[in-house]
């Protein structure tokens, strides 16, 4: 076998291996790979685990809501905590009607202990809600106190005043906002911030800011008896958080134990709010994916804030190489170390892709034909790296996930406001402006200028090949002559990316904006421009003093 054969063998297995090397890494930009999810999983607190500690602490609501969100994720193997939590709530009757034990509940009377209630249903009650306020008013906790004057407001925005008909849902939620922090159920921050509002509407400033905590607050406390209630706000860390949660558990009432469950298993409830809010279309799935894979994947999904992405050609390997090991230490590296994979993924695809491109190189019989005297050393290298370098550009643009979707959007809920003319006319600019530069137009802007700036270097590398040919002065201005297109392609491309643009956003193909589409032929113009002007025409000025002087 000659060594020509052997070299050319060599190449196509490295490009070969460094590329499935690349499809088989579980690392992407702006993706989480389920099997990493998985993977942070293992060895982590279950559902039922959390559950069964519940049941520990005596707090029966909590375990039943977390056991429903697990039933509405997906979560299997269920029916033993199932049945264990239906045995306790039947021993403990009493434990019901609040969702579990608290000491400084339980001399509070009820109609009935063993009937489940919501916060709102059990303090809608004048005579519990009574009870509790007495407990209240002896607190000596200034930011108790606080709150609790809350009740004496008199021209409320959002909620009837307390003492007017239809003011015992205000009343109610003040009470348990007291309840919480006299019960230190509250972040320190969160707790803080409401009372510094609550301050503010007592000393006589716009009551619309406390009032929309509270309605917020409401939101969980008609759906959640005391112990879920209790748990869940604890977990709450800004008003912002909240606003966010209960606009969610108000649009998902379907699947409020699953959410419940979520924001429960989580870290953080900020970042259960913020993942929603980024993806309010698929981040509930994700979510609830991650669940399944326990709380170690939960965790891991909400640090990376990214989507879960199921890759068909990672699968296809698998099955085609059933190493469960190979694909095990894969997954620990994108897992333990996600820079590193990544760097090794897009390395890999470089490198894998500069020997298939000299593979090809070595077949084409242009190379071959060419004679010896016309030849540049290093000048086919240096277009191969090139080409190498924007087969990966177009990788990263193109072909990692959801890189090249549009955000998706939230619906927001209905807020009034009345603008005045000027104000409306700067509100429709700036939606025009943010209609414009969305993702998928800086994302086509930043293609059509790597693209031109390809085709840039490939005439530069051209360019450098002429010059340094050894031929005559004369042939050289030949040969330049003969590149002239070659040179003006970046107006070519340009404008084919302005018609494809066109042609894309009329057939509604992809929201792609019309700056993208000007913004094509505006790189092919500057590109071409400084081509010609500060490169092309000094060589050629060069060539021809030498043709005139002689010098071969």
């Given at each position: ?226 112990a879920q209630f209790s748990g869940f706000m604890a977990g709450i860390e800004s008003s912002e958080s909240l606003r966010r949660l209960a606009h969610t558990f108000a649009e998902e009432k379907d699947r409020l134990p699953a959410l419940f469950a979520i924001c429960w298993m989580s870290p953080s409830n900020t970042s259960v709010s913020d993942y929603l809010t980024r993806f309010p279309e698929t981040g509930f799935e994700d979510l609830s994916f991650a669940l399944a894979s326990h709380q170690g994947g939960l965790e891991s999904l ?251």
């Amino acid at each position: 076998m000659s060594p020509a054969i052997v070299q050319r063998i060599k190449l196509l297995a490295l490009g070969a291996a460094l590329l499935a090397l690349a499809a088989a890494l579980p690392i992407y930009l702006r993706a989480v790979d389920e099997q990493v999810v998985i993977l942070a999983g293992q060895h982590t607190k279950t559902l039922t685990a959390e559950a069964e500690n519940q049941l520990r602490l005596e707090k029966p609501g909590v375990a039943t809501m977390l056991l429903q969100g697990g039933e509405q994720c997906g979560l299997s193997n269920l029916e033993d905590a199932i049945a264990v939590q239906a045995a306790f709530r039947g021993k403990n009757p009493e434990f019901t009607f609040w969702g579990g034990f608290f000491t400084d509940l339980e001399t509070i009377e009820v109609a009935d202990p063993s009937q489940e209630a919501t916060v709102v249903q059990a303090m809608i009650a004048r005579r519990t809600r009574a009870a509790i306020l007495e407990r209240l008013q002896t607190s000596r906790r200034p930011g108790v106190q606080t709150l609790l004057q809350n009740r004496l407001l008199k021209h409320t925005e959002v909620f009837p005043p307390v003492d007017s008909p239809g003011g015992a849902a205000f009343d109610a939620v003040i009470i348990a906002t007291a309840m919480l922090s006299q019960g230190d159920y509250l972040n320190t921050g969160f707790r803080l911030d409401i009372e510094r509002i609550a301050s503010d509407a007592n000393r006589g400033h716009a009551t619309r800011a406390i009032e929309t905590v509270y309605l917020d607050i409401l939101t969980f406390a008609k759906t959640l008896n005391w112990a879920q209630f209790s748990g869940f706000m604890a977990g709450i860390e800004s008003s912002e958080s909240l606003r966010r949660l209960a606009h969610t558990f108000a649009e998902e009432k379907d699947r409020l134990p699953a959410l419940f469950a979520i924001c429960w298993m989580s870290p953080s409830n900020t970042s259960v709010s913020d993942y929603l809010t980024r993806f309010p279309e698929t981040g509930f799935e994700d979510l609830s994916f991650a669940l399944a894979s326990h709380q170690g994947g939960l965790e891991s999904l909400l640090k990376r804030q990214a989507r879960i992405h199921r890759s068909e050609a990672r699968q296809a390997l698998q099955r085609a190489i059933p190493l469960s090991s190979l694909w095990s230490s894969l997954a620990m590296l994108s897992f333990r170390f996600p820079w590193i994979a990544l760097l090794t993924k897009y390395v890999a695809i470089l490198i894998g892709s500069f020997s298939l491109i000299r593979l090809i190189s070595e077949l084409l019989p242009r190379r071959r034909l060419t004679p010896l005297m016309f030849r540049v050393e290093g000048i086919a290298t240096l277009r191969q790296q090139i080409l190498a370098l924007g087969i990966l550009t177009l990788f990263i643009l193109l072909g990692e996930p959801f890189l090249a979707q549009r955000g998706q959007s939230e619906e927001t809920p209905l807020n009034w406001r009345f603008p005045t003319a000027p104000a409306a006319v700067a509100e429709k600019v700036d939606n025009m402006v943010g209609d414009k530069v969305d993702e998928m137009t800086l994302l086509a802007l930043v293609l059509f200028f790597l693209v031109q700036a390809a085709l840039y270097a490939l005439c530069i590398v051209k360019l450098k090949e002429i010059q340094k040919q050894k031929g005559s002065s004369r042939l050289k201005l030949k040969l330049l002559d003969n590149e002239e297109n070659m040179f003006d392609s970046g107006l070519y491309v340009g404008l084919g990316g302005t018609v494809l643009s066109l042609l894309v956003l009329t057939l509604n193909l992809a929201q792609v904006g019309l700056m993208a589409a000007y913004a094509s032929t505006l790189f092919g113009i500057i590109f071409v421009s400084v081509l010609k002007i500060f490169h092309v025409r000094p060589v050629r000025r060069q060539i021809l003093i030498e043709a005139e002087a002689g010098i071969l």
